[in-house]
Each structure stands twice: as structure tokens, then as C-alpha cells.
């Protein structure tokens, strides 16, 4: 009995002592299955939060050497005073305040003035109404010629988009086709001017044509009372194409004539004694440019928030057809330079419109193109 008792303590002995080596290992694992999943994740929460830190502080990292590279200054409000109504042919700038290339990297925050048809870009511009405006180089230089100083800081349309149009039931094609026809000119503005440079370096006699004034909707020419329209080819023909009509479109720049279009500008004191401000408008419109032509749905949806009652179809329309005139492939967006100048002062001296001599490097600068270029090298 004595015996079995013995035998009996030492089993229970090596239960408990078997019992202990279980719970120690229990310990070092964990404690349990439930536990070690617990602590599992709990080292996850730590470790998606400490992650979660590291991406905030590399973000605010980079950020940082952004404003410091290129001195992203307060933002300022700056009226810009543009040359038409809203419409695609200032996508590059709408898109530029919306998707804030002018805001976030450049400090501006943009209002857009539309012509009220009393008030041109200059007048605005020059009264400080606006500090800059959007204007065709033909009114930069004839402004000079008058002593405003206005200067030109950068070019959106190489290709200036003035051009002829008539229906291709009417066989008109080309400019020799006017003689005996009704013409339609939209007066007082550089469409008249260009069709009139036109005219005169193809010595087309005048008096053979019967011209006459006109709005801007091709009216005339769908009422058949003009054989040929003149305005935008990024506007007015679309009337015609919208009503079922195929066109034949004649643009002033294939018979010798080509003056730089929608030009941005601001005046000389300007320029002067805030070329920092000057600069951050180029730089942020070209990039508003840049962006709207990689994304044009997205850019005609920007356009429709200014242009409220222009249709979605005439806004695409208007859109396509100024890309190739804004974007030749030629040379980078905004550029300008002296042969381009002198091709205006040719133009405006050949209609006498010129009131007295101008020097061309008074027009313009590229102080901020060139800038870009060093930026764009960096």
C-alpha cells in the first residue's frame, strides 16, 4: 500500500512538473493561439501607423523642397482681361486657375474679365483694372506706336486663327475666287485688318468685290446674302459645319500673312517692379496650356463653368481646332521672337495703320519664356 501511494505521488509530481513545463512554454509563445493573434495585431496597428507617420512626413518632405526650389510666394488675386468672351480659345488659362497650376505653384489666384465690347484688354490693363490681358500683337503694337506702355510677355497662338470661308457648293477655294463675289467682314477688329493685308500682298483688285460688314455667326452666309465669310476658324465656321454645311476654310497664313495671336501682356512698370509676379502668371498659364492639351474632355468641362451657355459641341469644336495653332511642333508653347514681330509690323505698315514708327523689341520680352526653358533644364 505503502508502495502504490509512492507511485501515485510520483505520478501527480511528474503531472504538475509536465503541467509548469506547459505553461513556461505557453509563456514564451504567447500564452495562447487567442493571445498570439491579439498581439499580432496589435503589431500590425503599430506598424500601419507608423507607416501612415513616414508617408505624411515624406509628403511634407517634398513639399517643402518645392516651396523652397521654386519659392512658391503668397497667393494674390489678379484680375487677367481677356480679349473675346468665354470660350476654348482661354482653355490654357481656365484650366491653369481650376486645376491650380496658377495657385499652388505660382501664387495667383485668377479672375477672368470677358470683353464687354467697351473696354479692350489694353484699357483694362494700363487703368490697373487688370494687371494683365490677353491681346492680338497687331493692338500690343499699335498701342507702342501711341506710347502705352504695353509689353508682350508671351505668345499662346503661334498660328494666328483669322481666316476666309465659304460653301463648298459655291466652288470658292482660295482668295482669286472673291473677284465678283458679296464678301463678309467682320470690321473694326484684326480679322478686317488680316483680310485686308491678305488682299494686298495678292494684289487682288478691290474693286472687284462687293464687301460689307457682318456679325459673328455666319449669318450672312448661311441667308446667302455673302458668298464669303471672314472671322475665328475656331468659331465661325462652326455656324455653318453646325448647320449641315461643308465649308472651304481659307486662313490668312498661307497667303503671307501671320500675326501672333492672343498674346499675353502687362505694362512696362509691371515688368518692372514685380517680374516675380510676371513670371508666375507665364509659367502658370503655359502650364494650364500644357495640361488642357493632354486632357481635352476634362479641359472643355473647365471651359463650360465660365462659358455657361456655350454648348459642349461648339466648345470641342473650338478646342480641336486651336491645339494645332497653340502647339505647331515647331517651337515650345508661348514662344516668340523678332521675325515674328517684324512679320506684324509689316502687316500693320503695309494698311498705313501704323501711326508712327515703332521699335520692335519694345513690344516684347522673353525674359520669362527663356526663364522657363533654365526652369524646364533643372
Not at 20 to 38: A, F, Y
Not at 267 to 289: A, H, S, Y
Amino acid at each position: 500500500m505503502a508502495k502504490y501511494k509512492s507511485l501515485k505521488n510520483q505520478s501527480a509530481k511528474k503531472e504538475e512538473s509536465q503541467n509548469n513545463s506547459d505553461e513556461t512554454l505557453q509563456d514564451v509563445n504567447g500564452l495562447s493561439p487567442v493571445k498570439n493573434i491579439s498581439r499580432a495585431k496589435t503589431y500590425l496597428a503599430i506598424g500601419a501607423t507608423v507607416l501612415i507617420i513616414l508617408v505624411i512626413l515624406f509628403g511634407f518632405y517634398i513639399y517643402s523642397n518645392a516651396v523652397l526650389r521654386h519659392k512658391i510666394p503668397p497667393v494674390q488675386n489678379v484680375n487677367i482681361a481677356l480679349k473675346w468672351v468665354h470660350q476654348s480659345q482661354f482653355a490654357g488659362n481656365y484650366v491653369a486657375q481650376e486645376k491650380g497650376f496658377y495657385s499652388n505653384f505660382h501664387g495667383i489666384n485668377a479672375t477672368f474679365m470677358p470683353y464687354n465690347f467697351k473696354d479692350s484688354p489694353i484699357d483694362l490693363v494700363v487703368s490697373g483694372k487688370a494687371k494683365f490681358g490677353v491681346a492680338g500683337a497687331d493692338e500690343i503694337m499699335l498701342a507702342r506706336s501711341k506710347g502705352i506702355p504695353v509689353k508682350a510677355v508671351a505668345v499662346i497662338y503661334q498660328v494666328n486663327p483669322v481666316c476666309a470661308f465659304a460653301l463648298k457648293s459655291s466652288g470658292i477655294a482660295r482668295p482669286q475666287d472673291f473677284v465678283g463675289k458679296r464678301i463678309g467682314i467682320e470690321k473694326g477688329i484684326n480679322v478686317e485688318y488680316e483680310y485686308n493685308a491678305m488682299m494686298e500682298n495678292l494684289k487682288i483688285n478691290r474693286s472687284t468685290l462687293t464687301e460689307v460688314g457682318i456679325g459673328y455667326v455666319a449669318a450672312e452666309l448661311l441667308n446667302g446674302s455673302v458668298d464669303v465669310s471672314t472671322g475665328y476658324v475656331i468659331n465661325e465656321p462652326y455656324y455653318a459645319i453646325s448647320a449641315g454645311k461643308d465649308v472651304n476654310i481659307i486662313m490668312v497664313e498661307d497667303y503671307g500673312v501671320n500675326m501672333y495671336a492672343d498674346v499675353l501682356f502687362t505694362t512696362d512698370e509691371l515688368i518692372k517692379t514685380n517680374p516675380e509676379l510676371v513670371n508666375n502668371f507665364v509659367q502658370g498659364t503655359i502650364d494650364g496650356w500644357q495640361y488642357t492639351m493632354e486632357h481635352q474632355s476634362e479641359a472643355v468641362d473647365i471651359v463650360l463653368r465660365y462659358a455657361k451657355t456655350a454648348s459642349l459641341n461648339h466648345e470641342v469644336y473650338a478646342l480641336q481646332a486651336s491645339i494645332p495653332l497653340i502647339n505647331t511642333g515647331e517651337v515650345p508653347i508661348g514662344s516668340m521672337n523678332a521675325e515674328g514681330w517684324s512679320n506684324v509690323k509689316h502687316a500693320l505698315l503695309l494698311q498705313k495703320l501704323l501711326s508712327g514708327d515703332v521699335n520692335i523689341s519694345d513690344c516684347y520680352t522673353t525674359q520669362f519664356i527663356d526663364s522657363r526653358d533654365v526652369r524646364n533644364k533643372i
